[in-house]
């Protein structure tokens, strides 16, 4: 099992620039969340999906769309970049309930915006 | 909203010694998991360990145990024994429907 893959790895944008941040899971979790860790703040959540077709705002949304046409992918888009995006950015999911209840990670993803 | 505090943002124990790592959640549900996660410099998020808030007994897993005292919404992480690759920060956080995190706590662990 891949378990939670999230590409690229690393990333510098322009100011302004447009990217999408890759994720998907084979493990057939319902449950998935896109979450930013800056220094000092511990990881927020951006946006998260309770299934296909259903997605939601978290804590910090702002400046990111996200879509969930699959129960395996989860790309997060960054319409026109800035600066305060800057920052290292997870995918994970988890299942609907069972006693492996928690959320699987990805590797993360380093972007920066300049 | 619920929100979760750790109040050391750095500490340090020697190697083969225990430490505790604190945390404290403010909820008004009654029914939620507690996770502690590992993050080495890699970035890769581990799950350390897990606790049902519905259970009185404490969680362990090998080394790690914690202290859910949950009148007082306190969570501990105690690492026994501690070793050279437990170095890393670690974050708690809380679950009802989405994780929440702390701010982490970054150990040092001194050969």
């Known amino acids: 099992n891949a378990g939670v893959t999230q590409t690229p790895k690393f990333q510098v944008l322009k100011t302004g620039q447009s990217m999408t941040l890759q994720c998907a899971q084979d493990?057939?979790?319902?449950?998935m969340s896109w979450y930013r860790q800056d220094p000092g703040m511990g990881l927020r959540l951006i946006h998260y999906?309770?299934?296909?077709?259903?997605?939601d705002q978290g804590e910090v949304p702002n400046g990111y769309n996200v879509s969930r046409s699959t129960t395996e992918d989860f790309p997060l888009r960054l319409l026109s970049a800035a600066p305060s995006q800057t920052s290292v950015y997870f995918c994970?999911?988890?299942?609907?309930?069972?006693?492996?209840?928690?959320?699987?990670f990805g590797s993360g993803t380093r972007l920066t915006v300049v | 909203a619920q929100t979760v505090t750790q109040s050391q943002p750095e500490m340090s124990v020697q190697e083969a010694e225990t430490v505790t790592l604190s945390c404290t959640y403010d909820?008004?549900?009654?029914?939620?998991?507690l996770f502690w996660y590992k993050q080495p410099p890699s970035r890769q998020m581990i799950l350390v360990i897990r606790q049902e808030a519905y259970k009185q007994q404490n969680a362990t897993e090998n080394r790690f145990s914690v202290n859910f005292q949950k009148a007082a919404k306190s969570f501990s992480l105690k690492i026994s024994d501690s070793q050279l690759g437990d170095a890393a920060m670690y974050f708690c956080a809380y679950m009802r429907r989405q994780l929440t995190f702390g701010s982490g706590t970054q150990l040092t662990v001194l050969p």
């Open positions: 493990m057939n979790h319902e449950y």
């Open positions: 909820t008004s549900e009654s029914d939620y998991y």
């Open positions: 999906s309770v299934g296909a077709g259903i997605t």
């Open positions: 994970a999911s988890r299942q609907g309930q069972g006693k492996n209840y928690g959320y699987t």
